[in-house]
């Protein structure tokens, strides 16, 4: 009978309200640029590469004709113009390539660097 009538003393103790967010496993991934996460998802570019370096491959990247094919379909069908909605129609275009077409971009990129 004294079973019966024991109360859950866990749920009487007040808990702190969890408001506050819990920080990121790796700080430093808040401060990458979309383009440089984008081009590393994607293998273009080593997570090492420096911002600055990353945004010319990207600028590169952009202005590679496969990629503006695709770039051009997906920007039809949503009419996006502003600037982060490029990057995510560049993203677009790479997430629907190929891994062939992918390495070969990666060489005619590597080609215009030298």
């Keep these: ?11 009487a103790v007040k808990h702190p ?3 506050k967010r819990v920080p990121p496993t790796n700080p430093s991934a808040l401060a990458v640029p979309s383009y440089h996460r984008i081009l590393v998802k994607h293998g273009l570019i ?4 420096s911002i600055p370096d990353a945004y010319k491959v990207f600028l590169k990247v952009g ?3 496969e990629v503006q ?4 379909k997906v ?6 113009k502003h ?12 997430q629907g390539m190929t891994k ?3 390495k070969a971009l990666k060489l005619r990129i590597e080609e215009k660097r030298v």
């Design 69 to 72: 094919k695709l770039r051009r």
């Design 100 to 102: 062939q077409e992918l």
């Design 17 to 19: 309200k969890q408001s």
């Design 46 to 49: 080593e997570k090492t590469v």
């Design 83 to 94: 600037v982060p909605a490029l990057y995510l129609a560049t993203a677009m275009a790479l």
């Design 63 to 65: 202005a590679d004709q």
């Design 1 to 11: 009978m004294t079973n019966v009538e024991k109360t859950c003393q866990h749920s």
């Design 75 to 80: 920007e039809r069908g949503s009419k996006m």
